[in-house]
């Protein structure tokens, strides 16, 4: 395993991070530092700056409209991109759709959604869990029942990241019952404004308005909506997870994070002259949340050294999941005890500017609570910990 980072390629850093000095939406950047959600619009925004320069679909390959970069090259990117502040890509397009698209779709279909993705134009969202088919993702019932030259699609969909800006949505859909559970699902997609079409947002603990339900009545899609074979999607969702769990890891941002706690609780008093850094429970709470993030990096770019020299990540993709995931957990509930009885103040979208800036007055409480409170959820979406645990002990470790 080789974990220098090739000298050629500082020039490529410097490149990247003078772009989002220098030329991506500095609006973007000022809301997302205050730690407030953003419009439709501005998420569209945001994307198409990226898109406009060729950076949203970082992993695609060149004959596909990617950049063609090397993995280095896109872990350099994922690195300034998160040092900067700029808003996480939204992955259902470009991270998770559109490699199913230019692997499994026809020539009309990639055509026809594949530039919209890449560019930062169109939305998606992710239809996979259920009210009662979450993690056990096979006993899904949303239904799609063939009539002449339609698919009618009749079900609810659940947990939908970012359903509220997306313009289409992939479902995974039950379109044979007669077989095993895992048998009879297809990858179809609709857009989002169909007839019959219905979002309700779900307001999470942490104030915030990410998630959905996405209710299906009656909805007519035609055939050539359809991705892949009729049948297959459990494979092509199996593909696309992969994907998903790989993507969690933000090395930059967690580290960003690190160094404002380490900022926070060298001003905040506990009394006397001491400050929260000086209290050994605090302290070493910091140093074993910097230690699982330098784990979490060496274990991407083992895996990384295993993509390059011709291997495949799969199975071990569960392996970043976890540990990125927790992670993230040690380091958000930090920003909880720092933040104490401040952090009942109020959620992130009215705070002032400058919390993730190394500001150490109250002000990060709120944002820095509400933070830890999203961050919850990152060890249950996108297959839970147990599970991925339950898929290390089988697949890797062969138990």
């Known amino acids: 395993m080789d974990l220098k980072t090739d000298p050629a390629l500082e020039g490529f850093r410097a490149d990247v991070r003078a772009f989002f000095a220098n030329e991506f939406?500095?609006?973007?950047?000022e809301k997302t530092r205050r730690g407030a959600s953003l419009t439709t619009e501005e998420v569209r925004k945001s994307e198409q700056a990226l898109g406009q320069k060729g950076w949203l679909a970082t992993a695609w390959p060149s004959e596909h409209g990617g950049p063609g970069w090397s993995l280095e090259e896109q872990y350099i990117f994922d690195e300034e991109l998160e040092r900067a502040g700029v808003p996480t890509v939204t992955p259902m397009g470009v991270v998770y759709v559109g490699p199913i698209l230019y692997t499994f779709g026809t020539d009309a279909q990639k055509q026809r959604w594949l530039p919209g993705i890449r560019e930062g134009r169109e939305g998606w969202a992710q239809g996979y869990s259920e009210p009662e088919a979450g993690s056990d993702l096979a006993s899904l019932q949303f239904s799609a029942v063939r009539e002449g030259d339609e698919y009618v699609l009749n079900g609810t969909k659940i947990w939908t990241s970012a359903a509220q800006h997306a313009d289409w949505i992939f479902c995974l859909a039950r379109t044979d019952n007669s077989g095993k559970k895992q048998e009879g699902i297809s990858f179809i997609i609709s857009e989002m404004d169909r007839p019959g079409v219905t979002v309700t947002p779900i307001i999470t603990i942490d104030g915030k308005h990410a998630l959905n339900q996405v209710h299906f009545e009656n909805v007519r899609v035609p055939v050539d909506y359809l991705i892949g074979e009729e049948g297959k999607g459990w494979t092509y969702s199996q593909y696309l997870l992969g994907h998903e769990r790989t993507s969690y890891a933000r090395i930059g941002g967690k580290r960003k994070q690190i160094r404002h706690l380490r900022e926070i609780a060298s001003a905040v008093p506990t009394g006397g002259n001491s400050r929260l850094i000086d209290?050994?429970?605090?302290?070493?709470?910091l140093s074993?949340?910097?230690?699982?993030?330098?784990?979490?990096?060496?274990?991407?770019?083992?895996?990384?050294?295993?993509?390059?020299?011709?291997?495949?990540?799969?199975?071990?993709?569960?392996?970043?999941?976890?540990?990125?995931?927790?992670?993230a957990q040690q380091i958000t509930t930090l920003y909880l005890d720092a933040a104490a009885l401040n952090g009942?103040?109020?959620?992130?979208?009215?705070?002032?500017?400058?919390?993730?800036?190394?500001?150490?007055?109250?002000?990060?409480?709120?944002?820095?609570?509400?933070?830890?409170?999203?961050?919850?959820?990152?060890?249950?979406?996108?297959?839970?910990?147990?599970?991925?645990?339950?898929?290390?002990?089988?697949?890797?470790?062969?138990?």
Do not use: C, H
């Open 25 to 29: 939406p500095k609006d973007i950047l």
């Open 279 to 285: 209290d050994p429970d605090f302290a070493r709470k």
């Open 288 to 327: 074993d949340a910097s230690l699982a993030v330098d784990a979490l990096e060496m274990t991407v770019l083992r895996v990384l050294s295993a993509v390059k020299d011709g291997g495949a990540p799969g199975k071990e993709a569960s392996i970043i999941k976890v540990l990125a995931t927790t992670a």
């Open 344 to 399: 009942v103040r109020g959620f992130a979208d009215s705070v002032s500017p400058g919390w993730l800036e190394g500001d150490a007055s109250a002000a990060f409480a709120a944002p820095g609570v509400s933070v830890y409170f999203g961050t919850r959820a990152q060890s249950i979406y996108g297959g839970t910990n147990e599970i991925q645990r339950n898929i290390i002990a089988k697949r890797v470790l062969g138990l």
